[in-house]
């Protein structure tokens, strides 16, 4: 039997979650019976050079570099299928999942959409492209249970059409030989410094001005000289974060040290995770954080809630509230036993039910699914 020939598409590859699940994707996917393409439409991004290390071409367009709509994209990506004899397209993104479904439906051939995040601003008309475009889709994968409901009573799609797969991630890539002095000493912090960290861009949606708020609350308390904080991520926010944190008097203990991308080492130094989203799909740092056996707190927004459960697995606070970040921040520095409890079963939850590994299979049913159908 030939090979299935996937043409995976995304905007670019820039470090962030939706990019690092398709990385775990591709390294997990069975070569045996798949053969990936990976077609960024504007340039590669960061992640582009992990993609081809192992062994997947990733072809950049350059296109959709002025707002709006392009009308190059659709002709361009046509050629690229037609030249790359591709089976079956895997979309990611809204610009990716409009563009490669077009292009799909007019090569005939079949689509797979995933969406990622929940809805922020609702925009009428691209809930009528999404409606009519799933007609033209083999199935839409939606990444957590709040995407999956926007999908449904959002865009209205049809409930055949919608398949939850939730996010996932490498549990490979959380794993360092890196001992804990060492991890914190890179960030310039000492053994004994008590570390609360986040990952993620530097941008509306991941709330880390409330992170700042709510550390400026907790460096008040008795033993607040050890706590640090380790902000990862870069973004457009990123020198108002820091004009935030000089202002609220905070700067000399915090860190910022843009993108990394071996993130073992950055959950390795950290002793507590914030994650203070304002909206979500499910966040893949959170659940990094959780496989590397740290104790979570993090907002109740999209698929926090399916994973963390009743605050059994990490503590969940209302977004947009500081004062709640802090607490619970505070309740785990308190009670170091109850924080070793809670890393312990949030481990455990995400080692079992969100490896890439599990997904990609699920993805591989599809994938053979589609092409036959």
């Excluded at 290390?53 to 959709?64: D, K, R, T």
């Excluded at 009428?124 to 839409?140: E, M, S």
Aim: glycine share 8%; net charge positive; hydrophobic share 45%.
């Amino acid at each position: 039997m030939n090979k299935i020939r996937l043409l995976h598409l995304i905007t670019r590859l820039p470090i962030g979650g939706a990019e690092r699940l398709l990385l775990g994707i591709l390294r997990n996917l069975d070569g045996g019976q798949f053969e990936s393409v990976v077609c960024c439409i504007q340039d590669r991004g960061e992640l582009a050079d992990e993609a081809e290390a192992l062994g997947i071409p990733v072809i950049s367009l350059g296109l959709m570099n002025h707002g709006g709509h392009d009308r190059q994209v659709v002709p361009a990506l046509r050629r690229l299928m037609r030249e790359q004899r591709i089976d079956l397209v895997h979309s990611h993104l809204y610009h990716a999942n409009l563009y490669g479904r077009l292009a799909a439906r007019r090569e005939g051939i079949p689509a797979i959409a995933s969406v990622h995040n929940t809805y922020k601003k609702r925009k009428w008309y691209r809930h009528l492209i999404n409606r009519w475009l799933a007609g033209k889709t083999f199935v839409v994968t939606a990444g957590s249970e709040d995407v999956e409901r926007d999908l449904l009573e959002v865009d209205h799609l049809p409930k055949a059409k919608v398949v939850r797969l939730p996010n996932s991630i490498d549990l490979a890539r959380v794993e360092t030989t890196l001992s804990v002095a060492e991890a914190k000493q890179r960030f310039g912090f000492a053994a004994t410094d008590l570390v609360i960290g986040s990952v993620g861009r530097v941008e509306e949606q991941k709330g880390q001005v409330f992170l700042l708020e709510a550390f400026a609350k907790l460096r008040r308390r008795p033993d607040g000289d050890k706590l640090k904080l380790l902000l990862v991520g870069d973004g457009r926010l990123l020198p108002q974060i820091k004009e935030s944190a000089e202002r609220l008097g905070i700067a000399e203990a915090c860190r910022f040290p843009g993108n990394i991308a071996r993130l073992a080492e950055v959950y390795r130094a950290i002793d507590l995770f914030a994650m203070p989203s304002l909206w979500e799909g499910l966040s893949l740092a959170m659940l990094e954080a959780m496989a590397s056996g740290l104790p979570v707190v993090a907002t109740e927004v999209g698929g926090a809630r399916d994973v963390l459960g009743d605050n059994r697995y990490g503590l969940l606070v209302p977004p947009h509230d500081a004062d709640a970040l802090a607490a619970a921040l505070g309740k785990l520095l308190d009670d170091p036993r109850a924080a070793a409890e809670l890393a312990a079963t949030g481990k455990n939850r995400v080692h079992a039910n969100y490896s890439v590994t599990t997904l990609t299979n699920q993805l591989a049913e599809l994938y053979r699914a589609a092409v036959e159908h």
